[in-house]
């Protein structure tokens, strides 16, 4: 390889590394699902920004944003996307992630009443216990029903969750026995 090609490749490689540098953190940070109230209805409704986009603008500045969905499409696809300065001017960018781990902080389990701490979500996120008393996991809870969620139901550690849940399956193959406490008169 020549001199020149050498410089040539270094160059490219040093381009493509100042590229990532901007690049893979604004990507990150407008990446994930979030919650704002459509300024067309004030209804809740869930919103993605275009990561790849608003990463690929980012050079230099502010990014700009763009929605790559949201949960009044097909038939309001053509709004101005005024929601946008929500995300913008929120703290967290409304992102759902935040508002739910907020939510957790400083709570126990209302089952077994060990604190519920630093949430890890791709390991053993915490769950829910409803009013009926039944657990639930955050996937299968629609974003847009966060605010009556915070109101009705509590916090349930993965452990207690897994529990229940074996319970509810195979109540014939379960065995619940009374606490220590309960077992000294």
Request: hydrophobic fraction near 40%; include cysteine.
């Amino acid at each position: 390889m020549t001199t020149t090609g050498l410089i040539v490749l270094l160059l490219v490689a040093a381009a493509l590394v100042l590229a990532a540098w901007f690049v893979i953190p604004a990507w990150r940070t407008y990446r994930g699902k979030r919650v704002i109230t459509c300024p067309d209805d004030n209804s809740l409704r869930t919103v993605e920004i275009d990561a790849r986009h608003a990463a690929l603008t980012s050079f230099g500045g502010s990014p700009d944003l763009q929605l790559s969905s949201c949960s009044r499409w097909p038939e309001k696809q053509d709004c101005g996307q005024e929601c946008l300065q929500q995300i913008e001017s929120s703290r967290d960018g409304c992102l759902v992630v935040s508002l739910v781990s907020e939510w957790y902080a400083g709570k126990a389990c209302a089952l077994c009443g060990k604190p519920i701490g630093a949430i890890r979500w791709a390991e053993h996120a915490p769950a829910l216990a409803g009013p009926n008393g039944e657990t639930l996991l955050w996937k299968d809870v629609q974003p847009e029903q966060l605010s009556s969620i915070f109101s009705t139901h509590r916090p349930v550690c993965w452990d207690c969750h897994i529990v229940e849940s074996v319970v509810r399956k195979h109540p014939d193959r379960v065995t619940v026995r009374p606490e220590r406490n309960q077992l000294i008169h």
